[in-house]
């Protein structure tokens, strides 16, 4: 289970309540790491979480007892992070918030296992945002048995 993770953003205030307004739930300031970052919490059981770092802020390690420290970098604004989120709403509630946004998006259809809609956060960070129906298909088809039958389908060893 993966209890939080985080993303890069121009503008991490207003991504996280964006992230909030989609999973239903909570952004908060988030200053461990940069002072201009924000967590967004889903208000679950689980403790699931999304941090979002003001672009080019990277997490380094310190020496001896120490928490890791964000340091900023140059950006190049385009990441391969990216999360699969549930949301509450349905698929044209997500679509009117990404249209609202500019921020590009669309259904696809993942190896024809499940959908998810495809929304660029800022036109830089893919979230993959799966609504209700979406999770049901996810939570049937996305195991390790049925990736290996794929895999075998398509003649590759695991």
């Not at 121009?10 to 909570?26: C, D, I, K, S």
């Not at 709403?89 to 669309?106: F, Q, S, Y």
């Not at 088809?141 to 590759?156: D, F, I, K, P, V």
């Given at each position: ?111 024809g296992m ?5 929304l660029w ?38």
């Amino acid at each position: 289970m993966i209890f939080h993770v985080s993303i890069a953003a121009a503008a991490p205030r207003h991504v996280a309540g964006v992230l909030a307004e989609l999973w239903g739930g909570t952004a908060a300031p988030f200053p461990p790491v940069s002072e201009d970052g924000w967590i967004v919490f889903a208000d679950d059981d689980r403790g699931s979480a999304i941090e979002v770092y003001p672009e080019g802020v990277v997490l380094r390690e310190v020496d001896g007892d120490a928490d890791a420290v964000g340091i900023r970098l140059p950006s190049i604004g385009l990441t391969s992070t990216h999360i699969a989120m549930a949301t509450v709403l349905d698929h044209a509630d997500v679509m009117r918030i990404a249209v609202r946004e500019g921020w590009p998006a669309k259904y696809r259809k993942r190896g024809g296992m499940f959908g998810v809609i495809e929304l660029w956060v800022e036109g830089a960070v893919m979230i993959e945002v799966l609504t209700a129906e979406m999770q049901a298909e996810y939570r049937r088809t996305m195991s390790s048995g049925n990736w290996l039958e794929m895999l075998a389908a398509m003649r590759m060893a695991a």
